[in-house]
């Protein structure tokens, strides 16, 4: 989800919802859905949790980290992990399940046909911006996205009436791979972000690939969330990166310096991890 500078100031001046009874925020919160599913994306606890059974842990960096290998040769394989977490290891965060700590990822056969689609003509005027926020994930990490007439497996669409009025200056909100809701949904206010809505896009497509907030790990965190939260968990597949699309941090910075934002060196680094290379049949999960 992503809520403009200007209206997540003034929510934080004292005109958020919940503040008098100490409920969550609902502007920007994920997790503050009428629902209270994990529906909207991100919050979870850090990587040195969820041993997950048939899967190797190493030590790497100071951190400990566990991967599996999909391929027939899983020496090779392993030998490479190891070397490639050895240079790398140490920012996106994984979104996880709190009770299993299983991270939410598509599966293999998922990532290599996810089409999309735009629900109404209207939407369809911003899908230049959609396919270039796609493709800016797709040319670094093994997932296909593929734009289709009607019924995507992803579709955008507009907000309804009510969740405009549960999400106060929100301008998107996405889901996580498992959820029911596959839509990135556009409040009104999208259409007036200019040049930045490609990386609101390319924000909301990263939720949708399973990566949290990256902000939840930083002291200066603007929204309040917590790593564990609304069922949700996370892992760290990289260091903590101040520079990660993800974070609102960066976003804000961006764009009140009119400054294009696109995936940082971590961000492509961790889809490469929880994904794999474009083409590849390596499957890495931490």
């Keep these: 989800m992503y809520t403009t500078a200007a209206e997540f100031t003034r929510l934080r001046a004292g005109e958020k919802r919940g503040a008098e009874d100490g409920s969550e925020d609902g502007f920007m919160n994920e997790t503050a859905s009428a629902s209270k599913s994990r529906t909207n994306r991100h919050q979870q606890s850090p990587a040195a949790a969820h041993a997950r059974k048939k899967k190797d842990r190493r030590s790497v960096g100071g951190a400990s980290v566990s991967y599996r290998c999909g391929t027939e040769k899983p020496g090779v394989w392993e030998a490479a992990a190891a070397n490639f977490f050895q240079a790398h290891v140490n920012g996106l965060t994984q979104a996880t399940d709190a009770d299993s700590g299983n991270p939410l990822v598509w599966s293999p056969s998922q990532r290599n046909n996810l089409t999309w689609s735009c629900a109404s003509d209207d939407i369809e005027e911003f899908a230049g911006d959609v396919a270039k926020a796609f493709a800016s994930w797709a040319k670094v ?146």
């Design 141 to 286: 990490c093994n997932v296909v996205f593929k734009k289709v007439d009607s019924d995507g497996f992803i579709t955008l669409r507009w907000a309804t009436d009510e969740e405009e009025e549960e999400g106060k200056g929100v301008v998107a909100a996405a889901f996580f791979p498992g959820e029911p809701d596959r839509s990135i949904k556009l409040y009104k206010i999208f259409a007036d972000q200019g040049s930045f809505r490609l990386a609101v896009l390319k924000h909301e497509i990263g939720h949708a690939l399973g990566f949290r907030h990256e902000h939840i790990w930083f002291s200066d965190n603007p929204t309040g969330e917590e790593p564990t939260e609304g069922g949700l968990g996370a892992e760290l597949v990289t260091r903590v990166d101040r520079n990660s699309i993800m974070g609102y941090n960066k976003l804000f910075a961006d764009q009140r310096a009119n400054r294009v934002t696109d995936l940082s060196r971590l961000d492509k680094i961790g889809a490469r991890l929880v994904y794999g290379a474009p083409g590849s049949v390596v499957n890495f999960v931490l």
